[in-house]
């Protein structure tokens, strides 16, 4: 297929398209590198620079070797819980005003296909875990919500204007493919921060809150391998449906604890990695397992890398990939 990937140069965006390349489909990525990097959109992918919601309609409307593209996965966004809790204007207009843009660019030049990158924040404080995605959508930041307000925008424009479309719900993703991985300016998420202690970059991690509900007292999460999301992105190119709009959460079914984290991460890279317990962080949930069920019933998803030391394992060969590089 012909497909535009946004937000093929940051993290999850360049593995997919790297995935995509390798399995045959015409890869265009449309990314402005904020937040993302040139040398991370995979060989074999053409490249526009560019904000999405100005340029979409004229890389769409172009097409690829005179013929129009067949969909567009679209991963560019903003990320950050605690940054939409401070600046929700960035996101708002910089997801929600962008997709819109690009759902009318779709419309316009009769792009049959899209792939989102929803996230588990639609869904907020769970009532009940592992989350389904028949759970209420209560998402607790901005992040969240602007996030749930764009499936809503494809749902509706799925059912009005027969796009085949699918949002995929990821948990949290870790791990790394190849020289594909994780290089925020920014860095909050727990298993890149440990494996910056490891590599000597920081002196210690802050545990946030160790009086949590939870068998050890530190919060549990649900861990994806990055490329068993990126498989997922292809069965949904697969599996979507003109008129419908599909919505899969995508985790590996098993919660882990900050506290294994860190043990996993200690065993991976024998670094004793201080960690110091600090304050809960402000939105925290204490428990995010994702139930898959949907997926793997409608998509024929199954996660294959669920081993916590190979996620980290392959997150530090990453780590240490770029340190060699610096
Ligand atoms: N944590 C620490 N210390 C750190 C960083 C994180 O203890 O330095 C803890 C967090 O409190 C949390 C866990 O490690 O309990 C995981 O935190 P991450 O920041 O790695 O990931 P989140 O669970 O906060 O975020 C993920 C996705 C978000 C999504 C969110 C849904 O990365 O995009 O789940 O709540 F919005």
Redesign the pocket.
């Known amino acids: 297929m012909r497909l535009l990937v946004t937000g093929g140069a940051g993290y999850v965006g360049s593995v997919c398209a790297a995935h995509l390349v390798d399995a045959g489909h015409t890869v265009t990525v449309l990314d402005d590198l904020s937040t993302g990097h040139r040398d991370a959109v995979p060989d074999g992918a053409r490249f526009a620079e560019g904000d999405l919601a100005q340029i979409a309609g004229d890389v769409l409307g172009e097409g690829v070797d005179g013929a129009g593209y067949d969909g567009v996965l679209h991963f560019a966004a903003r990320?950050?819980?605690g940054e939409s809790v401070a600046r929700p204007e960035l996101y708002w207009s910089g997801n929600v005003v962008t997709s819109l843009a690009l759902l009318e660019a779709m419309r316009a030049h009769g792009v049959p296909r899209l792939v989102f990158s929803s996230?588990?924040?639609t869904?907020?404080e769970p009532e009940q875990v592992p989350i389904r995605e028949d759970a209420p959508t209560r998402p607790?930041?901005p992040?969240?919500a602007s996030k749930l307000a764009i499936d809503h925008a494809i749902g509706s424009y799925a059912r009005a204007h027969g796009i085949a479309a699918v949002s995929l719900r990821?948990?949290?993703?870790?791990g790394a493919h190849g020289r594909f991985g994780e290089r925020h300016a920014v860095e909050?998420?727990?298993?890149?921060?440990?494996l910056q202690v490891a590599a000597g970059q920081r002196e210690s991690?802050?545990?946030?809150?160790d009086d949590?509900p939870t068998p050890d007292g530190?919060?549990?999460?649900d861990y994806v391998h990055v490329d068993d999301l990126a498989a997922a992105h292809l069965l949904a190119l697969d599996h979507a449906r003109p008129g419908e709009h599909g919505i899969y959460n995508l985790g590996s079914g098993a919660g882990f604890s900050?506290r294994e984290?860190l043990e996993a991460c200690r065993a991976v890279t024998g670094h004793p990695i201080p960690a110091v317990t600090?304050p809960?962080?402000d939105?925290?949930?204490a428990v995010?397992v994702a139930s898959s069920e949907a997926a793997t019933a409608a998509l024929g998803w199954r996660p294959q890398h669920t081993d916590l030391a190979r996620i980290v394992g392959d997150a530090w060969r990453f780590t240490q990939h770029r340190l060699s590089l610096v």
């Open positions: 990320s950050l819980v996230t588990a924040a869904y907020g607790t930041n992040y969240g990821y948990f949290n993703v870790a909050t998420h727990l298993i890149p921060i440990v991690v802050s545990v946030y809150g949590w530190t919060c549990v999460r900050v984290v600090a809960r962080r939105g925290d949930p995010l």
